[in-house]
């Protein structure tokens, strides 16, 4: 039986050297990770003891293949045993771990096996290890030369005679930013970064107690699932339960029914995530849920909306949900996970701004009654020993509620990006500070986000944030959803032209000509925007690989002409 956190045993907290220093002691309690099905039963139960035996297993025939330290291995993230089992072997056996996405349920075979392939390259990858179906695709034609493809079990049974030792700065694993997709960056994390980083959250931001228990079905690929569900867990030895991905996006609500029915206390979602339970409880209800003692509803992994978690916490009060545990988080995979983390049983901590003086001035100044509002979330001062500035174009430091460019600085910082020093030097300065690309200000140390740098649009002298433009058409409009919506800009003949790309389901004519006009009366009346507005087929927005929304990819589709056909079709 897999056991809460440290029912058995003294807790330590993220106090190791390594990642495989962590795994051997929680090997020693009862604890470990209990894999679910798609109908979310238990599929296995994973101790951490067979988990490290199995792991030092695998590890001596990985080694027996051929494959040398330093090594990166491609793992096909499958939210299984298997996934995990191969992640720890080459932790044992000093290889570096390269967790790769599944298939996009409507991408297509093509393009995913031209995804992996770019990853395994930018990687260069000597093995590929993942569910027999997949690594069959990569198998037919491997971008680039790879010692073994295929699963676990056809690995040859000899295995190595020893296994190396393992030191705080070797490399632990390589993680592709979510982002990375047609030019893969690969940000290279060592074992004393994931440590480092993995104690500050356990200790300072989740304030890990006994009989804590976790429970996540985000993606292993990407850094919010793995670090924050696999490995920050590992590292206290927190009992944890993993849901497929798949399982949620089908059943939102199974997985309020687990953290209830296995007595979870610490779960993490993207707003969307949120927002789709809350939707989908408006027909099922929310009788037979307890939700009494989640104490932690983080939030991150995309910009956080307010309005969808006023509503959860109302949808769910009843089944003893509190909006005290909602903890905004801010972070990113170039600082392994999290920089900053909001205090515990606060709640969500709002900002209000005019949105006309953040467009003109670029000051977070609060809005009245008169002014055009949007609400931002406050996620918290920085995890101990680690920095934030926010900085003008020229790189000098701004006073508090003025909004620039976010720089960090701290111990869970990557090494850089792999094998790609000019990227690196681009992003991570020689005195340690990283340009995360966001943008934002500082409030009482506490940082705001307000969006991301590349997406910003500069229109007749205004900063428009994207997805000021997307929200509140979602919002206004009650047949678009979240997620509907995509805002960029593009270069026009005297200025920069918005463009606003609307999924829609309709091929009714009439319809679809009222949702595109009432899209741009929305942004003309709330946003004073001209905007090009082209609708879409249901799904043809792009995604990242961890479920948002990509506005360059949706911006470079529509430069290639992709949406022309929506354009002549509506």
């Known amino acids: 039986m897999i056991l809460p956190t440290a029912a058995d045993r ?33 599929a296995e139960a994973l101790s951490y003891a067979r988990l490290a035996e199995e792991a030092r297993a695998i590890a001596g025939r990985l080694l027996a293949v051929g494959l040398a330290a330093g090594d990166r291995v491609g793992l096909i993230a499958e939210t299984d045993g298997d996934f995990l089992r191969a992640f720890f072997a080459c932790q044992y056996a000093g290889l570096t771990p390269t967790p790769l996405p599944l298939p996009a349920p409507l991408g297509g075979r093509e393009a995913y096996v031209a995804q992996v392939g770019r990853m395994l390259a930018a990687a260069e990858a000597t093995a590929l290890l993942g569910p027999a179906a997949i690594t069959a695709w990569i198998a037919e034609a491997p971008p680039v030369p790879l010692r073994f493809v295929g699963v676990i079990a056809d690995l040859p049974k000899a295995a190595a005679s020893a296994l190396p030792a393992i030191t705080p700065d070797d490399p632990c694993y390589l993680q592709f930013s979510s982002g990375s997709t047609r030019f893969p960056t690969g940000a290279l994390v060592t074992h004393r970064a994931l440590i480092a980083n993995a104690q500050a959250i356990i200790r300072h931001g989740l304030q890990v107690r006994p009989r804590d228990r976790a429970i996540s079905w985000l993606p292993l690929y990407h850094d919010m699932g793995l670090v924050g569900f696999v490995l920050s867990p590992l590292a206290c030895q927190m009992s944890v339960d993993l849901l497929p991905t798949g399982a949620f996006v089908r059943r939102p609500l199974l997985w309020l029914e687990l ?7 610490i779960s993490y979602s993207p707003t969307f995530g949120f927002e789709l339970c809350a939707r989908r409880a408006e027909a099922a209800g929310v009788e037979g849920l307890n939700l009494s003692g989640w104490r932690i509803a983080g939030l991150g992994g995309d910009m956080i909306r307010t309005g969808p978690l006023v509503e959860f916490a109302k949808r769910f009060a009843p089944a003893g949900f509190s909006d005290k545990a909602y903890v905004a988080s801010y972070g990113m995979a170039e600082a392994t996970l999290a920089l900053t983390m909001a205090p515990l049983d606060r709640g969500l901590g709002v900002e209000t701004l005019d949105i006309g003086r953040l467009e003109q001035d670029r000051l977070a100044v609060a809005g009245d009654a008169q002014a055009r509002t949007r609400d931002f979330a406050r996620c918290g001062p920085p995890l101990p020993d680690h920095e934030l500035q926010v900085r003008d174009e020229d790189g000098r430091p701004l006073p508090e509620r003025a909004v620039g460019r976010i720089f960090a600085r701290g111990p869970s910082l990557m090494q850089g990006y792999f094998h790609q020093p000019e990227e690196t030097a681009r992003v991570l300065s020689a005195d340690g500070w990283l340009d995360t690309g966001d943008l934002g200000f500082l409030d009482l140390g506490e940082i705001v986000l307000t969006g991301r740098s590349k997406d910003l649009m500069i229109v007749n002298g205004r900063n428009i944030w994207p997805q000021d433009l997307e929200w509140t058409c979602e919002a206004e409009l009650a047949v678009l959803r979240s997620g509907d919506v995509a805002a960029f800009s593009v270069p026009g ?51 990242t690989s961890s479920g948002k929304l990509s506005r360059s990819k949706a911006r470079l589709a529509y430069l ?4 022309d056909l929506e354009r002549a079709g509506a």
């Open 259 to 265: 953290i209830g029915r296995n007595g979870a206390t």
């Open 560 to 563: 290639a002409g992709a949406y």
């Open 10 to 42: 003294a807790l330590r907290l993220a106090d190791f050297a390594t990642l495989t220093e962590a795994l051997d002691y929680a090997a020693t309690g009862a604890t470990g990770v209990s894999l679910h099905s798609m109908r979310g039963e238990v």
């Open 493 to 543: 003949q005297e200025d920069e032209q918005v463009v606003v790309l609307v999924q829609t389901r309709s091929s009714d004519p009439a319809v679809r000509s009222e949702l595109s006009a009432e899209v741009g009366r929305v942004l003309r009346q709330r946003h004073s925007v001209e905007a090009e507005v082209r609708l879409v087929g249901a799904h043809a927005l792009p995604q």
